[in-house]
């Protein structure tokens, strides 16, 4: 839309109520009621826009507006990819993954800090598998932190082990969430074709590696207790269900080789069916089925993962609405204006400094609610990016690794840091004294910034240009 074609009472400002009034109940709900409630966060989003309606000089314009931007391309997308996301993580959960690789420990003999070391490395793996960071908090705490307690692990750095390898895979998995909406706000300069996911999390790997691995060696070295193991690891995990590791392999593999999220999605929930059922860890009614109780509800991991990401969908819409009314007032592109016209953004180096600070305080502001931050100073990203040249690559990986770093580390005012003291028992700042990862990467990505490592530039062919150049 053409600025200021949608006119506030009080002037442009006006049109940053919805991100107030959206904002004020990020705050009453991760602060004050500690809750993480996607649906109500959605609804602090849409109270925000119908509260922003009454300062429109046009009624009509206003709610055109959001519509347009909840019937953009990208909220589409996200939206779909969602909703087969969410099918096959409620399979990779159902099938019990994790408890394969206690197993695995159990049979090693690991504990202390090498069982921290340990529970790190497997909820990366599970949590890149279903691209599900809070899903694999609720799967991985009852199993881990029960475990690590009584196998010496030290408390602290055991549920920031746990935190740590969930964010590793919200940063990472080619399914999340957060991946998703990285790579589909950074566009190519035919600003209609948005960076692939494939490409996007193959170049990301490098950061995550780096953090990865030296996260591994401290939860390793001081991840141990004082106190004595008080259970034998022979009596925990079950192997069986390590052979759903094959579908997550193949959609892995499927994503990066076709470079066609929806395909990977496809092949990696049949592969997931089929193996389960082969394997007796899963029968038909655990796929889809009708219960008696409760009014004949339907069950099974399928229905059961579109009810799960319908939270994650509500925010997306509410958040997109938002956007629409940012877009068509001219709001986005005064910031974008503001950004590129300072100081900083003279350079490439300082055009990445400037979407490393505005998504970490983005993401602050939204309660460490990474999704909603990405979706919000995503186009931000975009629109300072590509106007350096940035190929959209780098833009995606700065601002979903960003704000998977030092911003969910706040301990009040970071969903992760919430869930994961209720989950273990401890305080806030003791869950945040053990996120070790998301402090590494926010580091490894500020050397790679300052330093230009992994920094491409777009060619001039845009999205036709498979191969991107390398900065000068």
């Known amino acids: 839309m053409d600025n200021n074609t949608l006119e506030f009472k009080g002037g442009w400002g006006m049109s940053l109520v919805p991100v107030l009034v959206f904002f004020v109940f990020c705050i009453l709900l991760f602060v004050v009621f500690l809750s993480y409630d996607m649906h109500a966060l959605a609804m602090g989003g849409f109270l925000g826009i119908l509260i922003g309606s009454w300062f429109a000089k046009d009624s009509k314009t206003y709610w055109n507006s959001v519509i347009k931007g909840i019937a953009s391309p990208n909220s589409i997308t996200i939206?779909?990819?969602?909703?087969?996301?969410?099918?096959?993580?409620?399979?990779?959960k159902d099938s019990g993954l994790s408890e394969g690789f206690i197993w695995i420990a159990s049979q090693i003999g690991i504990t202390g800090g090498m069982f921290v070391a340990f529970t790190f490395i497997t909820c990366c793996i599970v949590a890149t598998a279903t691209g599900s960071s809070i899903g694999t908090m609720?799967?991985?705490?009852?199993?881990?932190?029960?475990?690590?307690?009584?196998?010496?692990c030290d408390p602290i750095l055991l549920a920031g082990a746990i935190t740590s390898g969930c964010i590793f895979g919200?940063?990472?998995?080619?399914?999340s969430d957060t991946t998703v909406a990285s790579a589909s706000t950074q566009l190519y300069k035919d600003r209609k074709t948005a960076a692939d996911i494939a490409g996007v999390v193959s170049s990301r790997f490098r950061y995550s590696i780096v953090a990865g691995i030296v996260t591994v060696m401290i939860f390793a070295?001081?991840?141990?207790?004082v106190e004595d193991v008080s259970r034998s690891t022979t009596e925990l995990g079950n192997p069986v269900s390590l052979i759903m590791l094959i579908p997550v392999t193949i959609l892995i593999f499927t994503a990066i080789k076709t470079r066609d999220i929806f395909k990977a999605l496809s092949v990696g929930l049949l592969t997931g069916i089929v193996t389960g059922l082969l394997a007796g860890i899963f029968t038909f009614p655990s796929l889809f089925s009708s219960s008696g109780e409760l009014g004949n509800n339907v069950t099974g991991f399928l229905?059961?993962?579109i009810s799960y990401?319908?939270?994650?969908?509500?925010?997306?819409?509410?958040?997109?609405?938002?956007?629409?009314?940012?877009?068509?007032?001219?709001?986005?592109?005064?910031?974008?204006?503001?950004?590129?016209?300072?100081?900083?953004t003279k350079t490439?180096?300082?055009?990445?400094?400037?979407?490393?600070?505005?998504?970490?305080?983005?993401?602050?502001?939204?309660?460490?609610?990474?999704?909603?931050a990405i979706l919000t100073f995503g186009p931000v990203a975009d629109e300072a990016g590509t106007r350096k040249n940035i190929h959209p690559y780098r833009r995606a990986n700065l601002v979903d690794g960003f704000v998977n770093?030092?911003?969910?580390?706040?301990?009040?005012?970071?969903?992760?840091v919430f869930i994961s003291a209720a989950l273990s028992g401890l305080s806030p700042v003791d869950v945040a004294k053990g996120l070790v990862y998301p402090v590494l990467l926010f580091l490894t990505l500020l050397v790679a910034v300052l330093t230009g490592w992994g920094l491409r530039y777009e060619g001039d062919n845009g999205e036709q240009q498979k191969t991107y150049e390398k900065a000068s």
Request: negative net charge.
């Open 348 to 372: 490439t180096l300082g055009t990445e400094l400037a979407i490393a600070l505005g998504a970490c305080v983005t993401c602050v502001f939204y309660g460490g609610v990474t999704s909603a």
């Open 79 to 92: 939206v779909l990819i969602l909703f087969v996301v969410g099918m096959f993580t409620e399979m990779i």
């Open 405 to 416: 770093s030092l911003p969910v580390v706040v301990p009040f005012l970071s969903a992760f």
């Open 221 to 225: 070295i001081l991840g141990g207790s």
């Open 170 to 175: 919200d940063n990472l998995a080619p399914v």
């Open 138 to 152: 609720f799967v991985a705490y009852p199993i881990f932190f029960v475990a690590g307690t009584e196998l010496g």
């Open 303 to 305: 229905p059961n993962g």
């Open 309 to 344: 990401m319908m939270g994650t969908v509500t925010l997306v819409i509410s958040v997109f609405g938002i956007m629409g009314i940012l877009q068509a007032a001219g709001t986005m592109d005064r910031v974008v204006n503001a950004i590129i016209n300072s100081r900083l």
